[in-house]
């Protein structure tokens, strides 16, 4: 601080003590006495005092003046401003936890109609399993009724029948009614999910922040500019400049690691893991078949007609299929039983976690309930062409419901071009994107020269909602995010890519040439 006029001390020299200092040098711009100008600054060109005290009054008049009219002014514009960031701060921090609240809210709505439509579909199912019980049991004591009756018949013809009464009773003991046969009941399993914080993350949304500190200098930092050179007039444009922290609960392996590789026995191009660490699979015939880990074959059920594509419902773990004849069917208890019919010839299926069945048909996709009852369908677009073409693989998110679906867009169907793709759709069927196979030209594993055009044959969601696209003649395995955009290739192979398909902990399943198997691990939660 300095010290006020009325106290200045009066300064003398330092070297030569008691002499005042009368003098300024020049060459070293500082106060001398008449003794230094013989010693230390002897040649030196000095000048009185008085001299240059018309400059030192302008320089003291120019700070005055700029510190009054800018400095101060400006410093009074901060010190208001923080007034506004206060004001900004709470309002901002305020609408966050609003809005985190009201997500919250509607995802325990959702969970708990969730949770209602299951408790409905246990409860119906149930009761059907009831009756049927029940009308097993009255079959089974009118059989036992019906044999006691037989077998009083039989007595009496042996006490005192005639010898007719006796041949016409040892004719009807050859005649008797069978046996009921047991109802196949319908089955229902709850896995509960032992880990599923990352799936609540993911669900509530993203959330980005921004550390106290990580921001090195504030708007009144002049060397704090942009790219056209003009200071950024907010904080929340310097956050731009210095970056978000994002939360990462999902890594991508830096490289896939293949954990089984096997031969199937079988051929397959519809791939669906199960719960327990098997996976059923069909191709282009009668039968459907469980194979283990290891590729070893578990159960094979035979079909009257050709499986055209195969489901695993995600509520009830059940295997669903649509086949060459129009049925849509469910696996019970090792045989299939039939739900309902499609007027179209079905090419693809999906049930979905509300437990209903998406079934893709030429020119369009429907939503059925299990009974067959249609809840939704396809409309066309602004073109008067079909959302929906070629349907040739169906697929279900799990964190947003949307739906990505496989189009072969073939033209004899309506397609524009007849170019392959991958359309994503939200839960009433309207377009969000549509993926054409895009890889961008920095990718470090480029396509090698003369690619086949993208031809995605298959394609999964795996738990975090990025989607998985088989490309079959490019021979490899395509990873991009819920929201179309390209993250890796997650592997090349040999062969042809046939199907796709991920387990509960995110192994990848994918078959090439039709009957290598690889379980392929890209990522870590």
């Known amino acids: 601080m300095a010290t006020p006029m009325g106290q200045i001390p009066l300064r003398t020299c330092t070297e030569h003590k008691g002499r005042p200092l009368e003098l300024y040098c020049e060459k070293c711009d500082t106060l001398v006495c008449y003794k230094c100008l013989l010693s230390t600054h002897k040649g030196h060109n000095a000048c009185e005092l008085s001299d240059i005290t018309p400059t030192k009054k302008q320089d003291i008049q120019n700070f005055i ?38 997500q919250t809210d509607k995802l325990k709505k959702d969970l708990d109609l969730l949770t209602a439509h299951t408790l409905s579909v246990y409860h119906k199912m149930e009761e059907d399993n009831t009756k049927l019980i029940q009308k097993y049991k009255h079959d ?24 007719k009464e006796i041949y016409d009773t040892g004719c009807e003991i050859h005649s008797q009614i069978s046996l009921p046969v047991k109802p196949v009941l319908g089955t229902a399993s709850f896995t509960p999910n032992k880990t599923p914080q990352h799936h609540l993350e993911l669900a509530l949304g993203k959330i980005d922040t921004l550390d106290q500190g990580q921001l090195a200098s504030t708007d009144q930092d002049e060397s704090v500019r ?30 896939t690691k293949v954990l089984k590789e096997w031969m199937s026995a079988v051929g397959i191009n519809s791939i669906c893991p199960t719960t327990d660490g098997q996976v059923w699979t069909s191709f282009n015939s009668n039968t459907l078949t469980l194979l283990d880990r290891n590729g070893r074959v578990i159960q094979q059920v035979k079909h009257k007609a050709y499986i055209n594509k195969i489901s695993l419902s995600p509520t009830t773990h059940t295997l669903w299929v649509c086949d ?7 696996l019970v208890s090792g045989q299939l039983i039939h739900r309902f019919s499609t007027k179209e010839y079905p090419m693809c299926i999906c049930v979905t976690a509300c437990n ?23 409309s066309v677009t602004g073109t008067g062409k079909p959302l929906v073409c070629t349907p040739w693989r169906i697929s279900e998110c799990p964190v947003t419901h949307n739906v990505a679906v496989v189009d072969w867009n073939n033209q004899y169907d309506g397609g524009v071009d007849g170019i392959e793709h991958v359309i994503v759709m939200d839960s009433d069927f309207k377009e969000l994107f549509v993926y054409r196979g895009d890889i961008p030209s920095t990718y470090k594993q480029l396509p090698h020269k003369g690619a086949e055009p993208f031809n995605p044959c298959s394609v999964v969601y795996d738990s975090v909602g990025n989607i998985i696209i088989g490309d079959r003649y490019n021979n490899r395995v395509l990873l991009i995010s819920g929201r179309g955009e390209f993250l890796r290739i997650i592997h090349t192979d040999r062969y042809n890519t046939m199907a796709v398909g991920v387990d509960r902990e995110d192994v990848l399943w994918a078959v090439f040439g039709g009957c290598n198997v690889k379980l392929l691990q890209y990522s870590s939660v």
């Open 324 to 330: 060459t004849e129009n049925n849509i069917m469910e």
């Open 356 to 378: 209903h069945v998406i079934v893709g048909m030429t020119d369009d996709i429907s939503k059925f309930t299990t009974q067959g009852h249609m809840v939704l369908i396809t």
């Open 65 to 102: 003046d700029k510190t009054e009219q800018n400095d101060l002014v400006q410093l009074r514009e901060y010190i208001k401003s923080t007034d506004t960031l206060l004001k900004d701060n709470t309002s901002n921090f305020q609408n966050l936890s609003d809005k985190l609240k009201m």
């Open 226 to 255: 942009t790219s056209g050179g003009q200071k950024p007039s907010s904080t929340s444009q310097q956050s731009e400049l210095k970056g978000k922290k994002t939360a990462t609960m999902y890594k991508l392996l830096p490289q």
């Open 140 to 163: 089974l004591e009118m059989y036992d009724k019906q044999l006691r009756q037989q077998i009083q018949e039989c007595k009496a013809a042996l006490q005192q029948g005639s010898h």
